[in-house]
């Protein structure tokens, strides 16, 4: 399996960005995959997931509104369109995918030992 993330960059406050996140390899139908961030000095957090079963999309309390995450299934790539972005959205942002089966329960965002592509900076400064 392999993730490709690319789009980041350097962009104003209130400016917008879009990651891309190519996906291959998966034999399963069905998965989960997202989006997660780390800033300097801080831990990983889970931004915004997508189910390639039925579309439900996850948003963290502190992008919803702003975000949005999308799919296309064509070219098994998923999207995230990043609106309004602000100093705290600096980080490193990471595609993740899995099985959206885990724990006993299905999940929109894929688990922390799932796949992982390489990280994309995206940098919100004046």
């Known amino acids: 399996v392999q993730l490709q993330a690319s789009g980041g960059g350097l962009v104003r406050p209130g400016g917008s960005l879009r990651l891309s996140c190519a996906a291959s390899?998966?034999?399963?139908?069905?998965?989960?995959i997202g989006w997660f961030r780390q800033a300097p000095g801080k831990e990983r957090e889970r931004v915004s997931c997508?189910?390639?079963?039925?579309?439900?999309?996850y948003y963290a309390d502190s992008v919803n509104g702003r975000f949005t995450i999308s799919r296309d299934g064509a070219k098994n790539t998923v999207y995230l369109q990043m609106n309004s972005l602000k100093f705290e959205d600096t980080a490193v942002y990471y595609c993740?995918?899995?099985?959206?089966?885990?724990?006993?329960?299905?999940?929109?965002?894929?688990?922390?030992?799932?796949?992982w592509g390489q990280g994309t900076l995206v940098t919100v400064s004046s």
């Open positions: 997508i189910s390639t079963s039925d579309g439900v999309t």
């Open positions: 390899g998966f034999t399963a139908d069905y998965y989960a």
């Open positions: 993740a995918a899995g099985g959206s089966y885990y724990g006993g329960s299905y999940y929109t965002c894929p688990p922390l030992d799932g796949y």
